[in-house]
């Protein structure tokens, strides 16, 4: 089994969201220690803003599809993910690669794959919330990994900034219930 695990805070070793990561890898390889790990840290080593000419290099894509499970830290910056997650989402939905479009509409042809995202938030965003209309994290990462025909799993650290560790704990329980 390929393990892809990808970070993109850009907070260094005091990031929740590379702690949770870290976390989710260790839960997920369980006593099963065949797995290769593939890491790309996405704050260390940007990827360059989507051109035309970006779209001959297949390096990211094929690295996605390489992988059988995908870990991802996804952090809340501005409401919504760190543009260099988004650079490699860019690199990943490809018309005719993981989706097309059929006379039904679209279909995604990335099925298969298991991916996990550790969220982390400063604030909290619950449906019915008064911040519930900026969540554009979570729910932008559903719907672009629905689209290629993936179900995410979450684990979520929300409310940071009122508290790293009990947001941590809140996430530490939900990994806990992560299968292996
Ligand atoms: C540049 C920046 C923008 C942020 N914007 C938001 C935001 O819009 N909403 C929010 O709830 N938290 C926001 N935060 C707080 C982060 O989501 C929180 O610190 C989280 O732990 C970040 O993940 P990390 O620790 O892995 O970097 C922001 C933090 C930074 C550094």
């Known amino acids: 089994m390929t393990i892809l695990h ?16 870290r976390s989710v890898i260790e839960q997920i390889k369980g006593s099963n220690w065949g797995e290769q790990i593939v890491y790309r840290d996405l704050a260390a080593n940007p990827l360059p803003h989507l051109t035309l000419d970006a779209f001959a290099d297949t390096s990211v894509l094929d690295e996605f599809f390489a992988a059988d ?39 995604g042809l990335a099925k298969g794959k298991r991916v996990i995202i550790a969220l982390a938030r400063g604030g909290f965003y619950n449906e019915g919330s008064p911040a519930s209309a900026l969540e554009h994290l979570e729910s932008y990462l559903r719907g672009v990994f629905n689209f290629i025909g993936i179900e995410p799993e979450f684990v979520n650290a929300g409310g940071v900034a009122m508290g790293l560790d009990e947001a941590i704990a809140g996430a530490s329980k939900e990994i806990e219930l992560l299968a292996a």
């Open 6 to 21: 990808i970070d993109a805070s850009i907070n260094g070793d005091t990031s929740a969201s590379r702690q949770l990561t």
């Open 69 to 107: 499970v995908i870990v991802i830290g996804a952090p809340m910056y501005n409401f919504t993910l760190p543009t260099q997650l988004k650079a490699w989402i860019d690199r990943i939905v490809i018309a005719g690669q993981t989706f097309r479009y059929t006379e039904k509409g679209p279909e």
